[in-house]
């Protein structure tokens, strides 16, 4: 399903994806089909605020004040976490227009969220509860973090078709921890990241719970807002339509705007050969994994067998590089550990209460 209006031209792009510390180039020769550089790879908080428009530099100042002057617990508890910077703030004022009270309501919503989950995980020790739960969620490679994309953007690939767990929180955390590695591995100056969805085995049997899409689409929309840069849909078969007409209510205009539907023939010289080149080089189908064949087996407590993993997926290799950037990551970040105790950090009665002997190691 290849939309034929956003079908216009653009020029050529480079045929490999930039290299990992390599920035994003000031200016880019030429844009995949339908895409807005401000909308879909760099918005505002990739620039200095001086540079911001003057109302939007108002508005994060009239968030954080209103914030300060409630008491907020919530934004005490989180800013420690070095997440509610203007870079931050000015995320939420974007995806409600500018508009002060719909950014706070919805910040509200982020923070409840963050305190029920507390997303701040980074796998630098291998003895952590942590680091083993997300080895476990990590077997079958149902979520990657792979890469860039050729407009600079991290890369992020699912394929639920290959869940190994019952255990729906823990996919949850495992999802929230993915987001955040791949949006800190945008290049500099891009703050968005490219979603490929594959749907080639999609079955309605193997579908995750309402729960599971629900909370997966409050990250994408309200969580981490203004992250999402495109969500290529691989391969649905034509009764996913009938799935997706059941949750649309759930998808917000902006993100809905995002989702690009790739289904059929996608060999050399075709439509959706062209069409993935433009974002991902002639190499797409390494680049992704998705012309790849599914090596590996592990096995899956969801379906109580030895499963097909996910295509061009090796678990030694590719848990090598995460442990690899979470230890760069750190080395950059504010922590773990960091500078509060568990009595301010974790609010019992919201926190889902995972990871304790990971709290216990990184909060006074």
């Not at 505002?44 to 954080?64: I, N, Y």
């Not at 109580?304 to 995460?322: D, L, N, S």
Request: glycine share 8%; proline share 6%; net charge neutral.
């Amino acid at each position: 399903i290849f939309d034929q209006t956003k079908q216009e031209s653009a020029r050529a792009l480079p045929s490999a994806a930039l290299a990992p510390d390599q920035p994003m180039p000031a200016q880019v020769d030429g844009l995949p089909a339908g895409i807005n550089p401000c909308v879909h790879v760099s918005g505002l908080s990739t620039m200095p605020a001086s540079e911001w428009p003057e109302d939007f530099h108002q508005g994060v100042t009239k968030l954080r004040q209103r914030f300060l002057d409630e008491g907020n617990a919530d934004f005490r508890r989180h800013e420690v976490f070095g997440v509610l910077k203007d870079g931050d703030l000015v995320r939420f004022l974007i995806a409600r227009g500018g508009n002060v009270d719909l950014a706070a309501k919805m910040l509200k919503e982020a923070l409840n969220w963050r305190s029920r989950r507390m997303p701040y995980w980074l796998l630098t020790d291998p003895g952590s509860d942590v680091f083993q739960a997300f080895l476990a969620q990590s077997r079958t490679g149902k979520l990657l973090t792979r890469g860039r994309d050729l407009l600079g953007r991290g890369l992020i690939i699912m394929d639920n078709t290959v869940e190994n767990s019952c255990n729906e929180p823990e996919t949850m955390r495992w999802l929230a921890y993915n987001l955040q590695a791949t949006r800190a591995s945008c290049a500099a100056g891009v703050d968005k990241v490219c979603v490929i969805m594959n749907l080639e085995d999609f079955s309605l049997f193997k579908q995750s719970s309402l729960s599971v899409t629900r909370e997966t689409l409050q990250m994408l929309q309200v969580v981490f807002p203004e992250t999402l840069g495109t969500a290529i849909c691989w391969q649905p078969p034509a009764y996913f339509m009938t799935f997706f007409g059941l949750v649309k209510h759930l998808i917000d205009e902006k993100t809905y705007s995002k989702v690009v539907m790739l289904r059929g023939d996608s060999s050399p010289g075709t439509e959706i050969d062209r069409r993935m080149t433009s974002f991902f080089g002639t190499g797409w189908r390494e680049t992704t994994g998705l012309g790849l064949p599914r090596a590996e087996k592990a096995y899956s407590e969801k379906f109580g067998r030895e499963i097909p993993c996910a295509r061009g997926f090796c678990h030694a290799t590719y848990w090598q590089e995460v442990q690899e950037r979470d230890l760069e990551r750190a080395s950059s970040a504010d922590g773990p550990p960091w500078p509060t105790s568990q009595a301010e950090a974790l609010d019992k009665t919201r926190w889902d209460g995972a990871y304790p002997g990971y709290w216990a190691a990184n909060l006074s």
